[in-house]
């Protein structure tokens, strides 16, 4: 059986359990430790020391995208990338906007509710960045009902564990957003967090971080 190394409430580690599931591949999934992290046999399997990480038999390999791709390549069915080339190119603008520029900044607003930067006047730039980039994402896009269209692809995985965390990030930095502010993410969400793959990863999330 396949095994993910992963933190439950990691947008990154979520992304890549919502593909397993959708594949409908077995895995075990491992929670980890930042002893673990550091280990020489971790190191091995990825020497960044981060998580996620896949192993598939013989094979490990490290990075979000690079493992979902390795999926979509490995065990092509269901597809969760769109046939054309067009269509693919856009799913990884997707997932390069969420991993370069989205997710990152829910870091930075996540570690900042516990090392003191929260509230601080200097740190309202980076809530302003977050409600930027929200804004850009909610302007492009046009769910019918999936990101991408009829399908559910790579596109819409990074979105559904990093949703949640908008809401409740920017709420925690006085500066809630809701389907008020982001009405066609908040219709997005509604349909895609329905699906047994999100709400699993979702529901494993909320209990991390409600233990935490
Ligand atoms: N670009 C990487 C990011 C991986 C990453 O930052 N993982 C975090 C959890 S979300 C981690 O392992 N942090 C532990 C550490 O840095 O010690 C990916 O997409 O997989």
């Keep these: 059986m396949m095994r ?12 890549v359990k919502i593909a397993l599931l959708e594949k409908g591949l077995a895995f075990e999934a491992p929670q980890v ?5 550091r280990s020489s046999a971790f190191l091995a399997l990825n020497p960044l ?5 896949l192993e598939d038999g013989a094979f490990a390999i490290g990075e979000s995208e690079v493992i979902v791709e390795y999926l979509e390549d490995r065990y092509p069915n269901p597809p969760l990338l769109p046939q054309s080339a067009e269509g693919r190119a856009r799913s990884r603008w997707y997932s390069r906007f969420h991993d370069l520029y989205l997710g990152p900044q829910l870091s930075t ?3 900042a509710l516990s090392d003191g930067r929260a509230g601080l006047p200097e740190f309202a730039v980076e809530v302003d960045r977050l409600l930027e980039l929200v804004a850009l994402l909610e ?13 559910f692809t790579l596109a819409d995985a990074p979105f559904v564990l990093s949703y949640h965390f908008i809401e409740i990030l920017s709420a925690a930095h006085g500066r809630p957003l809701t389907a008020v502010q982001m009405p066609r993410l908040a219709r997005w969400f ?19 971080l409600a233990g935490s």
């Design 49 to 53: 020391g981060k998580v996620p990480v």
């Design 4 to 15: 993910l190394y992963q933190y439950p409430f990691s947008h990154n580690c979520a992304k």
């Design 190 to 208: 509604a349909v895609a967090s329905l699906r047994p793959s999100a709400a699993s990863v979702l529901a494993e999330a909320k209990a991390a």
């Design 109 to 111: 607003l996540y570690f």
């Design 139 to 151: 302007a492009h896009i046009n769910p019918q009902p999936y990101l991408l269209g009829a399908q």
């Design 33 to 37: 430790d930042s002893t673990l992290l």
